[in-house]
């Protein structure tokens, strides 16, 4: 039975390279080629086998345009229609939506999406993000991604010492799961006693935003190769079914105009639009893992609660009792998030990537003990663009 | 005369001046800097040849684009001269070009290679230069550690 308006879509090959901040052998195409070459050899299809190839990064970071075209020598797009995507923060995940409307719409069969950043490469990312800003309105008001007003809103919200506590243990369970992870780019092995004195000796950033909350600056690049349901089955022994998947965003600066409506934050809207045409009543039962596009820790038990719909302390409250953990009620991140490994532009990739070899039981160290058969990622980027993909085992939702 | 001519009151209309300062840099890799060296060190243009299809490529690649055959062991020494397949003028003047205009910037493959690769082309009055002529690399007498180690080509005398 057909579950999309024309026809399913599997993820029939992964491929991702190591995340870390030393990269200086590679150059960027040869860095690319390594993923490619992975997912391919997982598919276990040759580049004939792919019809479509969709590359995206921030270029900005990298200062190379059209970045595509330069990078042909280790995308494997020789000859092949494809084209280049960029929406910032989200473009692993608007790529991976992108080939999966493809492949649903008919017009390919197989399709291979590559997203990547080299982060070192860049001079400043803030620099870049504040460049390009309105140059009228905006360029001299805005400070990028550093902001400390998640965690301002914690604290009003739950006090002071209840919110660094929940903030500072997220982070921490994040790096204990990045530390089972091999591909994981910062894992610095950190203890649960460890708490108070990070909360007070990291150095700060912007408020209660310090270093050890925030994301890292990582260079990597990952690939995924999706196919139709016939392809898929015929060349995948597990393939990991894209279900469904939603893009929101809300220009908060662009106009007053919208202010009313913008009462909930991009990440709630599209968790109760995207459970609810899935007829999902419960995220939290229903959903065995969910890797989350988490810039920081603060907007790490933030968005938690907007995404599984939780209302008040109640996602600050799984935090304390560990039901975010591995073997708690919904695993998060078992890749470490992106406090871990944030190569951006692979970043949003990483989650859906993730959370397939989690289907398909290829996580390796830190696969999960449980069978995870519904699994949720999140991307994020600039203007609170959120991207939420519901991906299943089996086809049979 | 003026009969497209659009008529807009840009009185009073802003615009405003930007300019971007964005450090950055790049990683030439593990291929790309042996290649840089080679021509630094030695003075030799090297290429990679894939043993499978039999591609030789420069600038050289650790992986055959065709075929993702592993080539970045397979150096093979290209010739320092080659022919000139194709070229165009630069007929204009800006900061970021090297080269005062008018200056040439030819298509060049080298012997030994199966596509050609582009650089300077000096020593020669742009009139006079033609596709087909033979042309020899000229190294940098300072290295910058780029593809400007060699400086230009030049034509072969005789
Ligand atoms: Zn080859």
Known sequence: MTKKKNRNVGIIGIGMTEISSHKENQNQPEMINEAVRAAIADAGITLSDIDCVVHGNMELFEMIHQPDLWHMIGTGALGKPGFRITTGGTTGMTLVAAADNLVASGMYDVVMAIGFNKLQEAGSTTGGITNMADPLWYRHLQTGALTSTSANLSIEEFGEA???????????????????????????????????????????????????????????????????????????????????????????????????????????????????????????????????????????????????????????????????????????????????????????????????????????????????????????????????????????? | MNACRRHENTQDCFVVPGKMALPNQYFAGRVGSRFIISLRDSTKILGVKCPKCKSVYVPPLEYCEKDMTKIDENWVELGNEGVLTNYTVVNYRDAHLPRKAPYILGMIKLDGAEAPFIHIVAGIEPENAAIGMRVKAVFSEKTTNTILDIDHFAPVEG
Request: neutral net charge.
């Open chain 1, 162 to 397: 209840r919110a660094r506590k929940a903030a500072m243990k997220h982070r921490i369970m994040m790096d204990k799961h990045a530390s089972l992870n091999e591909r994981a780019h910062r894992r610095f092995g950190l203890e649960y006693d460890q708490m108070e004195d990070l909360m007070k000796n990291s150095p700060p950033l912007i408020g209660e935003l310090r270093l050890i909350h925030m994301c890292s600056q990582s260079d990597g690049a990952c690939v995924m190769i999706l196919a139709s349901e016939k392809k898929a089955k015929k060349i995948c022994k597990k393939p990991v079914w894209i279900r469904d998947h939603i893009a929101v965003h809300r220009e908060e600066t662009a106009s007053n105009a919208y202010f009313p409506i913008l009462s909930e934050t991009s990440q709630r809207v599209a968790a109760r639009k995207l459970f609810t045409r899935n007829g999902i009543d419960n995220p939290v039962e229903y959903f065995d893992v969910f890797e989350m596009y988490d810039p920081s820790a603060w907007w790490g038990i933030e968005w938690l609660r907007d995404f599984f719909l939780l209302e008040g302390d109640e996602a600050i409250k799984m935090v304390e009792e560990g039901d975010w953990d591995l073997d708690g009620k919904v695993p998060v991140n078992p890749s470490g998030g992106v406090t871990a490994s944030n190569p951006i532009s692979a970043t949003a990739m990483l989650k859906p990537a993730e959370v397939a070899l989690q289907m398909r039981g290829d996580a390796g160290r830190h696969q999960l003990k449980r069978e995870v058969r519904h699994g949720l990622a999140s991307g994020f980027g600039g203007v609170m663009w959120t991207e939420l993909m519901i991906l299943e085992k089996d086809l049979n939702w």
